[in-house]
């Protein structure tokens, strides 16, 4: 059974800064793509990063150049480095895993940026 465990979350006023990790765990399976997605309040869940096994890595425009996404092959473990947050980035924040074609998502943390 896979299971993907987020922390990091939390309340920061804006221009700041909060670091999201996500362990996978439960699979010996090397894992594809790791990435975060968000969903604010009445809103559809949004693809902010993501990263392929070899490194490579997708932004949503709305991030690029402030959020940093990066993982650890070895801890089964992916980053989301958050700096410069505004109040538009609050969400619930979901780590997703693709193993074997297969999807698993972790049950989402809560970022709140203050204005």
């Known amino acids: 059974q896979v299971q993907l465990l987020e922390s990091g979350g939390g309340l920061v006023q804006a221009g700041g800064s909060l670091r999201l990790a996500c362990a996978a765990s439960?699979?010996?399976?090397?894992?594809?793509?790791m990435g975060w997605y968000r969903q604010a309040p009445g809103k559809q869940r949004e693809l902010v990063a993501s990263?392929?096994?070899?490194?490579?890595?997708n932004y949503a425009d709305s991030v690029k150049g402030r959020f940093t996404i990066s993982r650890d092959n070895a801890e089964n473990t992916v980053y989301l480095q958050m700096n410069s947050l505004k109040p538009e980035d609050t969400a619930v924040y979901y780590c997703?895993?693709?193993?074997?074609?297969?999807?698993?998502w972790g049950q989402g943390t809560q970022v709140t940026v203050s204005s």
């Open positions: 997703k895993a693709i193993i074997l074609y297969r999807v698993y």
């Open positions: 990263i392929g096994s070899g490194g490579s890595t």
């Open positions: 439960g699979s010996r399976l090397s894992i594809n793509t």
